[in-house]
């Protein structure tokens, strides 16, 4: 062997050379699939090929963990949910003495529309006009909405000694309320969000006090 040749370069592997992953997890995908969205685009756009670009992944590797696009947009709307979810927890919990946690709940509610995540956008858009099958994984999300809410509900009430009315009606008509709120707010300037804001908490209020005063009646007289 010639001692002055030098060896040839190991050749890159074609996905080497195409900046491809070895590896990525379901997340990975739904991440980048999240990326692409935007406050006026639709899950049911979105192509496979698409998807595995912004991924940096061979577009038969999307299979490994999706077996459709719709399969992948059910998870969106999941994750949006959950997130959403979590948020508007961590405010209520937040609320220090003297502040409103209605209040507080529906501000973080609909700041959600200037995020960069857009996962309400995802739930308001996919709820009204989305296929059958992403209207139905919304109205999941929003019955553990309810649910959580209503927990909340029973629990702030037995905290403050305060009569309710029917926890499970009153969390989905304030639910349904907050979700009619931010279809709204999506094709209103920001600078009518603040007196959104105000009377959304306000018909909240509301309720709260028609709930309060369903109980006081219907409880059993002292005898």
Do not use: C
């Not at 040749?5 to 999240?34: E, T």
């Not at 756009?45 to 940096?56: C, K, N």
């Amino acid at each position: 062997m010639n001692p002055s040749r030098k060896a040839a370069p190991a050749r890159k592997s074609k996905s080497n050379r195409q900046g491809r992953k070895p590896a990525i997890s379901r997340q990975d995908i739904v991440d980048a699939a999240l990326q692409l969205l935007g406050p006026h685009r639709s899950v049911a756009t979105l192509s496979l090929r698409e998807v595995a670009r912004a991924a940096a992944i061979a577009p038969n590797s999307f299979y490994r963990h999706f077996q459709s696009i719709d399969e992948l947009a059910v998870a969106l709307i999941e994750q949006a949910g959950q997130s959403l979810r979590d948020l508007i927890w961590k405010a209520r919990s937040r609320v220090g003495a003297g502040e409103s946690v209605i209040r507080a709940s529906v501000e973080t509610f609909l700041q959600q529309l200037q995020s960069d995540k857009h996962y309400l956008h995802l739930l308001l858009r996919e709820g009204a006009v989305g296929s059958a099958a992403f209207k139905q994984a919304v109205e999941r999300q929003l019955e553990f909405f309810e649910k959580e809410l209503q927990t909340d509900l029973v629990r702030l009430a037995a905290a403050s000694n305060t009569p309710i009315h029917n926890a499970e009606l009153v969390s989905r008509a304030i639910t349904r309320l907050v979700f009619s709120m931010g279809t709204s707010a999506m094709e209103r300037p920001p600078a009518e969000h603040p007196k959104l804001i105000d009377d959304v908490t306000d018909m909240i209020r509301t309720i709260m006090v028609g709930t309060e005063t369903l109980a006081m009646q219907n409880a059993p007289s002292p005898r």
